[in-house]
């Protein structure tokens, strides 16, 4: 079974910058879409960015574009978040999420319904 296990969450001011890290056991990078999804409390958990099995495609979320960069190492079996310029709208837990099914090649997976696997979730807090 695959595992996902977030690092690199924290509190940060308004502009700061934190990188998230998913770490994937139990599979291979290079077979699954990637992507981080956040929620706020009382809020649905939404898209934030993701990255397709060929490493080739990126998509964000509108709020975050221009700001977050998703990246992997297939090497370490790894996926980032870099988040820059962070905003305390940006609070949130940050949830790593792995589509082991793809309809194809080029296909990034932005809607949670239809995520395979979770990771555990870290805390993102940003200070104004």
């Known amino acids: 079974q695959v595992q996902l296990v977030e690092s690199g969450g924290g509190l940060v001011q308004t502009g700061g910058s934190l990188r998230l890290s998913c770490a994937l056991s139990r599979g291979t990078l290079s077979r699954y879409a990637m992507g981080w999804f956040r929620q706020a409390p009382g809020k649905e958990r939404e898209f934030v960015a993701g990255?397709?099995?060929?490493?080739?495609?990126?998509l964000y979320g509108d709020s975050v574009r221009g700001r977050f960069t998703i990246s992997r190492d297939t090497a370490q079996n790894t996926v980032y978040l870099q988040m820059n310029s962070l905003k305390p709208e940006d609070t949130a837990v940050y949830y790593c999420?792995?589509?082991?099914?793809?309809?194809?090649?080029?296909?990034?997976?932005?809607?949670?319904?239809?995520?395979?696997?979770w990771g555990q979730g870290t805390q993102v807090t940003v200070s104004s």
């Open positions: 990255v397709n099995l060929g490493g080739d495609v990126r």
């Open positions: 999420a792995a589509d082991l099914r793809p309809s194809n090649s080029r296909a990034v997976q932005i809607k949670a319904d239809f995520v395979d696997y």
